[in-house]
């Protein structure tokens, strides 16, 4: 086994291995979707997020088009800065409102976007005002139960 | 240190485990030039002093000078550079198996050495033709048989023309004719390229007729010490049973053992 | 139990433990020495690349076989237990998951580990029984550096191409199955697959699984094969050794890292 067959060998064997690996990376995995594209960034105040985690997805009309970038904690406001990173060729109208919704009855959370109806499009930086926190399990519960109460009363007047 | 000695032991002390000294005050002289065997039994320490002199082991107690260096005061840089003057024959060869002839031979100048390759072929067929086998090149190490592969050690142990070199049983276990082949490239080698060469063996006769001097060691130390005539002539009783070998005398023939009778009726019993 | 007895028995714990703790100390230390002597097996490339034919070109066909074997059987007993939950059509998404966090690096690692584990230890080992490596070290060549960092580093890289071809080959051997076998849709195998896998969160995370098995199983390697005594005997428990400790190493770091990379450290 002579160095130029050696050689030849290692270098199909690393070859195919990278091969492999984006074979990995395109096909089976989301890579295709989303890196190199061009993002801006867009802002959002939440009284609650829920279960929204970094690198969610941003839908509209149930297409994916952001990821959520960053979620911090305003100190002043004492609500939830969540910031998106939206896809440039998706422009928004600067009345969108931002809805914090669930995949399918118990799955992970996603920021969905209605847009609005304002002629001025969101700019890189920009705050989305309109926004509605997530559903929290607890407090829908004990609504429903409250409502339930209520209406006993009532009906038993 | 005298510049015609090469290596200088003096009351060397030294043990692999410090409570049982393998060598015990053992003092060696080497002069330039010269070939000079150190013989004794299996075990006795005779490569334990070669490995000594090689820097292997650092003396316990006592001081060994090689190549005016002294072993102990070196660092790896330094026993580097010291081995670099060195060439060592080990007992079976030790040949790189996954490498051939011609590339075992060409070793340690590629390590060492700048050398273009052309240059490099030139000295291989050199070493090669000097030990008799610049037309087994190209063969692999498990293609050659026991004398073959000795023969090609030698050659790779002399490809940077060392100052000293080491021969660690360099005839266990060859037929007759490889066996009087390296014991003349040892002598001619070593005048041919102005060596000083150190043979540690127990063939005795072989030792007798192709050395300058002789070490006898038994039991860590040194027990006589002679030129070859000397050797021959000596009547110390352990030179005697070794030279002439004799089964019984300072070496006795029975390992320690309680006595016979009592050893018998016990198991009669 | 005498005294005695008891006695012997905890002086022989204590011995082991010791005797353990030391050979971990001198493993490390070994372990600095090979990194920092590295520049040989750098500088003359073909020293590693050697290396990287013979632990990673020759295990291939071990790795694809046994990478399409598995993505097979994954599809195979994958349908038949989402089948129940009506839930087949995520079949993709189980087979690709499986391999790539898990499957892909733990049994390429084991295989990797007892395939070329194995021969690096008998090799170095034989060389030292055979006194090659004191012959080296007697012409002033450093045997770590010539000989163990090219093996070492071999190793290191053939293990995360060996572990990202056999989870290819099992989301190939998934699909044949599942796909050209049984019936799956294959758009919903596919489509799934990639909204569910995620590049940086599975397929990464598994590749830096795949080259810390890779660290792990090469320098138990080398070490073993440094340090075996000069035997027959010796040469084979050390690549007995090397396999045992290696497999051991693998599946305790796959637990370790997959607390840390798959549920954020709240598991330990």
Same mark, same amino acid.
């Given at each position: 086994m002579n160095r130029s067959t050696i050689d030849l060998w290692v270098g199909i064997f690393v070859a195919a291995g990278l091969v492999a690996l984006l074979f990995l990376a395109l096909k089976v995995g989301n890579l295709a979707s989303f890196s190199a594209a061009q993002t801006y960034d867009v802002t959002g105040d939440f009284a609650n997020i829920g279960g929204l985690k970094v690198r969610a997805p941003v839908k509209s009309a149930g297409v994916v &088009?952001?990821? &959520?970038?960053k979620i911090r904690f305003d100190t002043e406001t004492y609500e939830a800065v969540v910031t998106m990173s939206l896809d440039s060729r998706y422009r928004f109208p600067r009345d969108t409102v931002a809805k914090i919704l669930t995949s399918g009855l118990l799955g992970e959370q996603y920021v969905g976007l209605e847009a609005g109806g304002d002629t001025k499009m969101l700019a890189n930086g920009g705050r989305l005002k309109l926004t509605q926190s997530a559903v929290v399990l607890e407090n829908l519960i004990s609504q429903f139960m409250f409502n339930k109460a209520a209406e006993g009363k009532g009906s038993a007047k | 240190m005298p510049d015609s000695n090469i290596v200088e032991v003096e009351n060397v002390w030294f043990g692999y485990d410090p409570q049982r000294p393998?060598?015990?005050?053992v003092s060696v002289t080497i002069p330039r030039g010269k070939v000079v065997a150190i013989m004794g039994q299996s075990g006795c320490g005779k490569t334990t002093l070669l490995r000594i002199i090689g820097g292997v082991y650092k003396p316990t107690r006592g001081r060994a000078r090689v190549l005016g260096e002294l072993t102990s005061g070196l660092d790896q840089d330094g026993l580097y550079a010291m081995r670099r003057r060195m060439g060592m024959l080990f007992q079976f060869g030790a040949l790189f198996t996954d490498l051939s002839v011609y590339d075992n031979v060409a070793f340690q100048m590629r390590e060492h050495s700048n050398l273009p390759e052309d240059l490099i072929h030139d000295l291989v067929m050199l070493k090669l033709q000097a030990v008799g086998l610049r037309g087994a090149a190209q063969l692999m190490p498990s293609e050659l048989s026991g004398g073959m592969a000795r023969r090609v050690a030698l050659a790779r142990a002399i490809a940077l023309d060392p100052q000293l070199m080491l021969y660690d049983e360099p005839f266990t276990g060859l037929d007759p004719i490889s066996f009087g082949a390296i014991a003349r490239l040892v002598r001619t080698l070593n005048d041919a390229l102005g060596t000083t060469s150190i043979v540690v063996s127990h063939d005795v006769q072989e030792c007798l007729d192709i050395v300058d001097y002789l070490y006898f060691v038994a039991d860590g130390q040194v027990v006589a010490k002679g030129t070859p005539e000397e050797i021959r002539a000596s009547s110390e009783p352990f030179v005697d049973q070794f030279v002439h070998g004799k089964i019984d005398g300072p070496v006795p023939f029975n390992y320690p053992a309680p006595d016979y009778t009592a050893d018998l009726e016990l198991s009669e019993a | 139990m005498t005294i005695q007895a008891m006695r012997g028995f905890f002086e022989r714990l204590g011995n082991r433990v010791t005797s353990g703790v030391w050979q971990l100390g001198f493993a490390a230390r070994f372990f600095a020495y090979m990194v920092l002597h590295s520049g040989t097996a750098l500088r003359r490339f073909s020293l590693t690349i050697r290396e990287i034919y013979f632990s990673g070109v020759l295990s291939l066909i071990i790795i694809l076989v046994s990478g399409l074997f598995v993505g097979m059987v994954l599809g195979l007993q994958g349908y038949h237990t989402l089948e129940r939950y009506g839930s087949s059509e995520a079949l993709g998404v189980l087979v690709a998951l499986s391999l790539v966090r898990e499957l892909g690096p733990v049994v390429a690692g084991l295989l990797f580990a007892s395939r070329a584990g194995s021969a690096i230890t008998a090799e170095i080992g034989l060389m030292k029984a055979t006194e090659q490596i004191s012959a080296m070290e007697m012409m002033a060549v450093d045997p770590i550096a010539r000989v163990v960092a090219p093996r070492f580093w071999g190793g290191v890289i053939s293990m995360p191409v060996l572990a990202a071809l056999f989870s290819a080959m099992g989301i190939f051997g998934g699909y044949l199955v599942g796909v050209k076998m049984i019936g799956v849709d294959n758009g919903a195998f596919w489509s799934q697959m990639q909204a569910a896998v995620d590049v940086r969160e599975d397929i990464l995370n598994g590749v830096i699984k795949s080259v810390v098995f890779g660290i792990a199983v090469s320098w138990i390697a080398v070490f073993e094969g440094y340090d075996a005594a000069p035997t027959a005997e010796g040469v084979s428990r050390a690549t007995t050794r090397t396999v045992v400790t290696s497999s051991l190493a693998i599946l305790a770091l796959d637990f370790l890292l997959t607390a840390l990379m798959f549920t954020g450290g709240t598991a330990t």
């Open positions: &088009v952001g990821r &959520v970038s | 393998v060598l015990r005050d | -």
